[in-house]
């Protein structure tokens, strides 16, 4: 059964350091999605994207981030410069549409930022 | 707007017991709703949808959840829980945003703790 993947599954960095997660979506997905989880807390929608734009961003998604479908299978998402409060478990998530049906989530990205 | 609230960050049953997680939503357009789980260290899985429709819907696992549109709930149910049902239980509501896409608000999520 197709799955969306996700890299790394643990990533470390520095504060002030970029980092760039990546996903890779299921192969006949339109839509793709960005949530993050911070410990303890609720599962925070950041960034989705359709026909190489983006379509929503929540208040969350400022100038630090930036996403990107670089080729015809990945999507990234890029922190310019991370701060402690970027530390969290990030998800990628696609569907194939319409927008509201379900979305199929990866495994997501444990960021730590020290 | 729109927003999920999940009451009760934890739930304990013993096994072969009834399972209910709640789930109260808010919403400004018809809901499409969403139950995922998400085991340890993995990603969340859809258990289960409510579009349109008929309004119990069941899903994976034996779960089922009923649209309750007066009560603005969509609350989750299994008649007896088995201990691989142990996991966390998030309830999501997809709303339309400001450009006519969809954006998934979730609750804080419940965890299912399942006892022998």
């Known amino acids: 059964e197709p799955e969306v993947t996700q890299t790394p599954s643990h990533q470390v960095t520095q504060m002030g350091q970029e980092v760039i997660l990546r996903c890779v979506p299921i192969s006949n997905h339109l839509y793709f999605y960005w949530y993050r989880q911070i410990l303890g807390q609720k599962v925070e929608f950041l960034v989705s994207f359709y026909n190489n734009e983006i379509s929503e961003k929540s208040e969350i998604f400022d100038d630090q981030f930036s996403v990107e479908r670089p080729d015809g299978s990945n999507f990234t998402l890029k922190i310019r410069s991370t701060k402690l409060e970027d530390s969290a478990m990030y998800f990628c998530?696609?569907?194939?549409?319409?927008?509201?049906?379900?979305?199929?989530f990866g495994p997501g990205t444990r960021l730590t930022v020290l | 707007a729109q927003s999920v609230t999940q009451l009760g960050s934890h739930v304990s049953v013993s096994e072969g017991a009834l399972v209910l997680l709640r789930c109260n939503y808010s919403s400004s357009v018809p809901p499409y709703l969403f139950w995922y789980v998400q085991y340890p260290n993995q990603g969340l899985q859809l258990l289960l949808k409510y579009t349109t429709g008929a309004t119990l819907v069941k899903g994976i696992n034996g779960f089922e959840a009923e649209f309750k549109k007066s009560e603005t709930s969509f609350h989750l149910t299994k008649p007896s829980a088995h201990m691989s049902d142990a996991a966390e239980y998030f309830c999501?509501?997809?709303?339309?945003?400001?450009?006519?896409?969809?954006?998934?608000?979730f609750g804080k999520g419940t965890m299912l703790l399942v006892s022998p």
């Open positions: 999501a509501v997809s709303d339309t945003g400001n450009s006519g896409y969809s954006t998934l608000t």
């Open positions: 998530a696609s569907n194939r549409g319409p927008p509201r049906d379900e979305q199929f």
